[in-house]
């Protein structure tokens, strides 16, 4: 639990109270490879913080998967239209390697909210991901494949090095062949 309130005190620095709380509304739980934390139609009942591993969310097209991220360790997951909405979710979230994660079911969620400490990381840390995302947005859709590849190497390395070549070629929406003379004209 400590790489999760290490995070959390990178925004707001808890009291011992609010620390207390976070160590038993949370909990730890081990996802094998392939092994799903989330599936479609179903409803995101938990918000998952990894403590180390490796979790692909994709979606279904056709027959088609396509990869629309990929998540390691330090990051938060969550199928957030389902889970906020309690709604059963158009995405899957699915273990690429044996995955340690710290959930936290919705339910426990507003009860934590209840604590200011917890609530004020909450709205910071929401805050702040919510302008990565428009970033990451704005500059992942202006890029060629090969500058996107490129990004990803200087802003996600531990991505790169940990998911399968057919994961990335799907985020970057182009063959695996594509992403081979990519990777091969940047080496």
């Known amino acids: 639990m400590i790489e999760l309130l290490k995070f959390i005190n990178q925004f707001q ?3 011992a109270e609010t ?3 976070i160590k038993s509304y949370f909990e ?3 996802f094998r490879k392939n092994e799903f934390l989330v599936e479609e139609g179903k409803i995101c009942t938990k918000i998952y913080f990894i403590k180390s591993g490796l979790v692909r969310r994709f979606y279904q097209r056709e ?3 396509i990869t629309k991220w990929l998540y390691h360790d330090n990051h ?3 199928i957030m239209s389902s889970y ?3 709604t059963p979710s158009l995405e899957y979230l699915q273990a690429c390697e044996d995955t340690v994660v710290y959930s936290l079911s919705f339910t426990n969620e507003q009860k934590l909210l209840e604590y200011p400490l917890f609530f004020k990381f909450s709205a910071r840390f929401f805050r702040c991901s919510l ?3 428009d ?3 704005f500059v992942f859709g202006i890029l060629s494949a090969q500058q996107k590849y490129q990004y990803l190497i200087d802003k996600f390395p531990l991505m790169i090095r940990k998911a399968k070549q057919k994961h990335i070629a799907s985020l970057l929406n182009v063959s695996q062949e594509t992403l081979s003379r990519i990777r091969a004209s940047i080496i």
């Open 13 to 15: 620095e808890l009291d």
């Open 19 to 21: 620390e207390e709380a």
């Open 28 to 30: 730890e739980e081990v």
């Open 63 to 65: 027959a088609e998967e």
């Open 76 to 78: 938060w997951i969550a």
């Open 84 to 86: 906020f909405n309690q």
């Open 131 to 133: 302008a990565n995302f």
């Open 135 to 137: 970033e990451f947005h």
